[in-house]
């Protein structure tokens, strides 16, 4: 693989020094503020769910490795690394067209996700539409997480929005009554109402707004063979079914 590479690739990788022995070392960080993703705090065999498919990624490759993960950072300044080609990849991202222009995605689905509400258990409504969430949020804003882009998908249908900096303020906020609806990923919505023990408190709506997938982001820069060597990891890990059994977990 190196020798098709080359020997000398851009100063963003690190390369071994012997090419026939096809190491490859790629840039990436942590992102904070995200349990689900990353859990610097968790244990080894659940260290989050990005975390492992990236080191499934380094088993089925044993030439790749990433580094820089003694770094967790908030998400807005991960997408200024990748987009200023600082890093090298990303696990996991959401597609959209603001960040396709500026990086591009590995075309393998790492896991999906389904975007719905929490909502107190006592709060009855039922909120089938994105317009009936729109009305809602005129009394009380809707909360979301500070640089997703699920944000700005709601600004473009008239929801009225506070960004706060994660689920779990979020939750905090909604059982106190400041909010009537959180809006956000079902995995990672779930999981904090399980950790916070809300689950007598806080509901997840009986709506799925949409279905997307999170991938893996490369700088837009990154050589194609480079590209291509992680898309077959990937492939192989979704053929084999690791990538279905690692969302499986953390649900």
Known sequence: M???????????????????????????????????????????????????????????DPGLRFTGLEQVI???????????????????????PERERQWRYVPVPLYPVRHVIAQRVDDVRGVDSLLELATMSQVKPVLVTRGSVLARKLETVGV?????????????????????????????????????????????????????????AVRHDLPAAVVERLTEALRRLEREGVLRLLSERYR
């Open 160 to 216: 009225n929005l506070a960004e706060v900096s994660s689920e779990r303020e979020a939750l905090q906020m909604l059982v106190l009554g400041r909010t009537d609806a959180i809006y956000g990923q079902d995995i990672n919505l779930a999981r904090h109402i399980r950790d916070a023990r809300l689950g007598d408190k806080v509901r997840l709506g009986r709506t799925v707004f949409q279905e997307d997938a999170q991938f893996l």
């Open 2 to 60: 190196l020798r098709r590479l080359g020997c000398g690739l851009s100063a963003g990788l690190v390369l071994a020094a012997a090419c026939p022995a096809q190491e490859l070392v790629l840039r990436t960080v942590q992102q904070a503020s995200s349990v689900v993703k990353y859990d610097p705090d968790g244990v080894p065999q659940r260290a989050g769910l990005c975390m492992d498919v990236l080191r499934a990624v380094e088993r089925a």
């Open 74 to 96: 908030p998400l807005r300044r991960v997408e200024r690394l990748l987009a200023d080609s600082q890093i090298d990849v990303f696990f996991c991202l959401l597609r959209s």
